[in-house]
């Protein structure tokens, strides 16, 4: 353990660098994409810093410590760490950002007062995004789900397109249910648990002896607000919605990175704290997920809008991964972790070269009003057909590792869902090819104007993720080796027998 707090330095700069930017004076308030920007590469200096204070070999317990009393008449505390899993979520997150700031470079124009409300607001998604990956105190942590509502709605209600008000107003009415039903969850829990000045700890939450009714209703509390924020089908409505009306950064950090703490809390809380109740639940959710896998890829399918397909894809990707995690499996459970983090490079990519494209075609979204347009932006054509591929899981990308591990795993223990889920691959292909054919192949259109290839800013923004979604596929162990320690130890709270792999040394840091 060291003692500097590097978690809470990653939480609270991006909070000083958005009070910065809103703070700027007059004429200084042109500088505040720059002065954003500079905030964010500090923070990614900051994670790398961090991560050579965090221990590889015992990635399965959680590090870089930190825990104070925050309200002890509640039992609440701020508590933050993290094993491997949480550790590369927040890496996404961090890493990201810039690439964000910079593909919104030009989005607000000339309007500096917009583009300083925009980048603060990005800023302070991103201390979000941090600090729920990191809370280890379940009140903590509920906070934080619900405080991220606030920059998203006004990135997607203030700075999106036409049906911006509907989508904001759909995705903070779904959210807002979702947390309800799990603040009383939550405080259930506590009544249940040991009570004292750290009565919401995770560690002091794990292990409990519940009745077996209570826990499954405190089980079916988290995971139907995990369900809509990860979304799942049938709860996934609100999703299409607001990545159409949102502009294509804000829709990366919703769908890369927001929607993981869906995912993310059903291994952190509905397995670890209900290990019982989670094994109950198995085969209803395995059956929502392979429902959300092949509904999603065929709703992919049908769509005109580059926006609406995408989300549409995230729908079935999120079913990969609840389908990961409640196989129950080391590999499985594998899969959908290391799925977390290659579905957000690789949704990044997808929106925010499509976000280059519409700004191109003043503004348009519909894929009918492109076509032929490799002929003009070969440069835009061929990194939008590796985020294509990426997007239909083909070999050598990272997606296909994570997808082919999932299918592994689930077909261990559970064939009969694995194989029911296996043609989502081939429409897969189609939703991915078919995007790429209508908007990019075909006689050269008549524009009657210059349009420009990739720019300088826009290759620094995408060859990032592409050298992400090559490095991750040709070399998982990258991540696997910090990922796998953390999915062993969740099987072992879980205390089911791993079909392909002895369980991992456990451990009472948790």
Sequence with gaps: MTEFPWLTALIVLPLV??????????AARRRAREVALGFALVEVGLLVAAFTQFDVAQAWRHQ???????????????????????????ALSVLLVPLVLLAAWREQGDDHGRARHYAALILVTAAFMVAVFAARDVFFFYLLFEAMLIPVYFLIG???GAHRRYAAIKFLLFSLLGGLIMLVAVIALYFVGPGGSDGFLVSSLTGLDIDASTEKWLFVGFFIAFAIKAPMWPVHTWLPDAASAAKPATAVLLVGVLDKVGTYGMIRFCLQLFPEASAW?????????????????????????FMRLIAFTSVSHFGFIVLGIFAMTSVGGGGAALYMVNHGFSTAALFLIVG????????SQQIGDFGGWQRITPGVAGVFLVACLSALSLPGLSTFVSEFLVFVGTYQRYPVAALVALPAVVLASIY??????????????????????????EKVVVAPLIIALLGLGFFPKLALDVIDPAVQQTLT??????????????????
């Design 64 to 90: 870089l410590l930190e825990t104070r009393p925050w309200i002890p008449q509640l039992g609440v505390s701020y508590a933050v760490g993290v094993d491997g899993l949480g550790l590369l979520l927040i």
């Design 17 to 26: 660098g958005a009070a910065v930017v809103w703070a700027l004076p007059g």
């Design 158 to 160: 203030s700075f999106g």
């Design 432 to 457: 991915a090819l078919w995007m790429y054919k209508r908007s990019m192949t075909g006689p050269r259109p008549d524009l009657g104007r210059f349009v420009p290839d990739l720019s300088l800013r």
């Design 493 to 510: 709270h879980v205390d089911v027998e791993d079909v392909s792999a002895p369980q991992a040394t456990s451990g009472s840091e948790r």
């Design 281 to 305: 639940a198995t085969p209803v959710v395995i059956t929502l997920a392979v429902i959300s896998i092949l509904y999603g890829a065929m709703l992919a399918i049908a769509q005109t809008d």
């Design 356 to 363: 280059m494209l519409i700004y191109r075609n003043y503004g």
